[in-house]
C-alpha cells in the first residue's frame, strides 16, 4: 500500500517541479509588446529596437532561448514613456545611442555583465537621477549620459578603467560621485576633456579620482 502511494507522491511531486521550471522559463522570456530583435553572430539575441508605450519594462534574459547579450544603437532612443527598465544580467553590450533621449527614464542599473556602456547610451535623459554602474563593467564611453540634467547621484564599480569624454557633461545637477573601493579609476584616464561638469571636473583631474566626490 505505501509504494504506490509514494510513487503518486514522487510523480506529483516532479510535475510541480517541471511547472515551476516551465513557468520560470515563460517568465525569463516573456517578450513584451512591441520589443523588437534579431539573432546576432555569437548566437545570441539582440535588442533592435521598441515601438511598446510601458512605463516599467523588463528586457527578458532569453529570448526563443537564446541568451539576450546585446542591446543595439537606437534601441529604445526617444521612448519618452519609459521611466524604469530592468537589464537583465546577460547583456554584454549596451551600444550607441540605445536609450537616446529617454526623457521619463528615472534610474538604471548597469549589470555586471555588461562590458562597455556604449557612446551616448543615456545622452539626453533629462529624467534620470541615479546611475548604478555594478563591477564587471570596464568602459564608459564618450557622452554616455551627457546631458542627463536630473542626474544627482552616480555609483561606479571598480573594474570600470576608462570613461570617455563627456561622459556625464552638462549633468546640472551632479553632486555625488562615488567609485567602488577599489576603484582602479584615476586623472590619467581621462582626457583633457574630462568626462564630469563643473567642479567635479576639477576634482577628478586634479587628483587620483578613486573614492568619490565630496569626501
Do not use: W
Not at 537589464?87 to 562597455?116: D, K
Amino acid at each position: 500500500m505505501k509504494k504506490p502511494f509514494l510513487r503518486a507522491l514522487c510523480a506529483a511531486a516532479l510535475a510541480l517541479a517541471t511547472a515551476a521550471s516551465l513557468d520560470a522559463k515563460a517568465q525569463a522570456e516573456k517578450i513584451p509588446a512591441g520589443l523588437r530583435y534579431e539573432q546576432n553572430r555569437q548566437g545570441g539575441a539582440a535588442i533592435t529596437g521598441y515601438t511598446g508605450t510601458d512605463t516599467a519594462l523588463v528586457i527578458p534574459a532569453r529570448i526563443d532561448g537564446k541568451p539576450v547579450t546585446v542591446i543595439g544603437n537606437y534601441a529604445f532612443a526617444e521612448c519618452r514613456s519609459l521611466r524604469r527598465v530592468t537589464i537583465p544580467a546577460g547583456v554584454i553590450f549596451i551600444e550607441s545611442n540605445a536609450f537616446l533621449g529617454c526623457t521619463g527614464l528615472r534610474s538604471v542599473i548597469i549589470p555586471g555583465s555588461v562590458t562597455s556602456i556604449g557612446g551616448g547610451a543615456f545622452y539626453g535623459c533629462s529624467s534620470l537621477r541615479r546611475v548604478t554602474v555594478l563591477d564587471g563593467v570596464t568602459a564608459i564611453e564618450d557622452y554616455a549620459f551627457d546631458e542627463c540634467s536630473n542626474l544627482t547621484s552616480v555609483t561606479i564599480g571598480g573594474s570600470v578603467t576608462a570613461i570617455g569624454d563627456y561622459a556625464f557633461d552638462e549633468c546640472s545637477s551632479l553632486t555625488s560621485v562615488t567609485f567602488a573601493a577599489g576603484s582602479r579609476i584615476h586623472s590619467e584616464n581621462f582626457s583633457d576633456r574630462s568626462p564630469f561638469p563643473g567642479d567635479l571636473r576639477e576634482k577628478y583631474l586634479a587628483g587620483g579620482g578613486a573614492g568619490g566626490a565630496g569626501r
